[in-house]
């Protein structure tokens, strides 16, 4: 069995940025502790290159969403670090978190039944305070079942936290009052932007996600929070282009004088969309250079004219500073990331 040649896309990864993006995080929380979201494989970034740095940085509570993305986790924290946000919906993942020590986070009534007629034992709670989707509702504060679990954080998320907007307050409120009534070792609120919204937000664990890869989704965040990752492609071919040649799909560009272009490896089923045609940019030995025709599956083309040493084999990596990346595109910070395809190789280092 033959071994495949590096990857032509690569996911550039700095764990020395993510680190202090944590600590930058963790003093923002105040006298709470940050956790770090890191479902859906740590943003796109790999779970076991980002879990990793951010437990040697001090990082003690991680929380996933689904059961599949336990295993990842689970060579370098210990079980009880991980929370996992769905919850038990059946009787398998029930006995996963028993034999494991994963902790669920329980987020219905019957769930809550489910986890005490395993045997119970230590878990978190998860309570609807205004967002309408997941978590125990008010109306079912007094349940009796509630009050027999053996609860370590009790949660809520806020829905709008990156506006300034009443819903935060209210939200606020009554998750103040699920404190007063549903006894927990730590209480936990704030996702990134809540992080931005005070002390009262902060309780006692954090859980920023989006800020921890380079998202600033809230003006405190501009300055402080350190680019992550960028996606990079190498040249598959160079072209010369002569006045009137069209370039890609549905002739979207024709040169209108004699240009170089290359042809990089990365295309829209990479999670370089289309929306990126005409606007998107490469970097090549510290210069900018555009692409020029629309993005393809594949494939996309940038002009070479300005990079004449530039040829097939060589990288060049997008201009992908997520909140710049966002404005342009019309993504949000959280798609530029979780959209990166299982082409490309995760590699360490900035």
């Known amino acids: 069995m033959f071994s495949p040649p590096p990857a032509t896309l690569r996911l550039s990864f700095d764990p020395h940025a993510l680190a202090a993006n944590w600590r930058t995080l963790d003093a923002m929380s105040g006298r709470a502790a940050a956790g770090a979201a890191v479902k859906a494989d740590a943003y796109g970034l790999g779970a076991a290159r980002v879990v990793p740095a951010l437990a040697a940085a001090g990082c003690r509570d991680f929380f996933v969403a689904h059961w599949s993305e336990v295993p990842a986790l689970l060579p370098h924290i210990p079980a009880e670090c991980i929370a996992v ?5 059946n009787r398998d993942e029930t006995q996963f978190a028993r034999s494991t020590g994963v902790r669920p986070v329980l987020n219905s009534l019957a769930q809550v039944q489910r986890w005490s007629e395993s045997g119970g034992g230590p878990c978190h709670v998860m309570f609807d305070t205004g967002m309408s989707r997941l978590g125990i509702e008010s109306s079912q504060l007094a349940d009796p079942a509630i009050s027999t679990l053996d609860i370590d954080i009790c949660l809520s998320h806020l829905a709008s936290a990156e506006e300034d907007t009443p819903q935060n307050a209210d939200q606020l409120r009554r998750f103040e009052y699920v404190r007063r009534q549903v006894p927990a070792r730590r209480y936990s609120l704030a996702n990134s932007a809540g992080i931005a919204l005070g002390d009262a937000y902060h309780a006692d664990v954090t859980r920023p996600g989006i800020a921890l890869y380079g998202g600033v989704v809230r003006p405190e965040f501009a300055g402080l929070i350190l680019p992550v990752a960028r996606p990079e492609a190498a040249v598959v071919q160079v072209r010369n282009l002569e006045p009137g040649d069209k370039v890609g799909y549905n002739a979207l560009f024709a040169a209108s004088k004699s240009m170089r272009v290359g042809i990089l490896s ?8 289309r929306c990126w045609t005409g606007k ?21 083309i940038v002009d070479l004219t300005d990079l004449p040493d530039c040829g097939e084999g060589d990288w060049l990596s997008a201009e992908y500073d997520l909140s710049v990346a966002s404005a342009l595109s019309g993504l949000s910070q959280y798609e530029l990331l979780t959209s990166m395809g299982q082409r490309f190789s995760r590699r360490s280092g900035s």
């Open 85 to 89: 946000l769905h919850g038990p919906i």
């Open 266 to 273: 990365i295309g829209y089923a990479d999670g370089y969309l």
């Open 280 to 300: 998107g940019r490469f970097l090549s030995q510290g210069r900018s250079v555009p692409v020029i025709g629309r993005v393809s599956m594949d494939l996309t």
